[in-house]
């Protein structure tokens, strides 16, 4: 059973940081891509960033892109989201989600097979 458990979300204020841990099991990650969404209340869930599990590339969204870096580590199979300048904007349920690599990198959210529960992230101005 494949699971991807999230945590290191919280309450910050404007300029923090946060690090997003997920947690993945359940079957080998290696020909996988791994991402991170956000959904704030009332609007849609959206792309933040991803990597591919075994060769590390990685792509961002521009809303992030130079605040935010996502990050692996096999030995422990755990996706990181190390989140630095944060804005409120930033604020909202952090979900970590993977798909198989042949879809590619750059792929919505719908075609991602596998999702956490999600990680509350708010940023206080």
């Known amino acids: 059973q494949v699971q991807l458990v999230e945590s290191g979300g919280g309450l910050v204020q404007a300029g923090g940081s946060l690090r997003l841990s997920c947690a993945a099991s359940?079957?080998?990650?290696?020909?996988?891509?791994m991402g991170w969404f956000r959904q704030a209340p009332g609007k849609e869930r959206e792309f933040v960033a991803a990597?591919?599990?075994?060769?590390?590339?990685?792509y961002y969204a521009d809303s992030v892109k130079g605040r935010f870096t996502i990050s692996r580590d096999n030995a422990k199979n755990t996706v990181y989201l190390q989140m630095n300048s944060l804005k409120p904007e930033d604020t909202g349920v952090y979900y970590c989600?993977?798909?198989?690599?042949?879809?590619?990198?750059?792929?919505?959210?719908?075609?991602?097979?596998?999702w956490g529960q999600g990680t509350q992230v708010t940023v206080s101005s």
């Open positions: 990597i591919v599990w075994s060769g590390g590339s990685t």
């Open positions: 359940g079957r080998t990650f290696s020909t996988y891509v």
């Open positions: 989600a993977a798909t198989p690599i042949v879809r590619g990198l750059k792929v919505p959210s719908g075609r991602y097979d596998y």
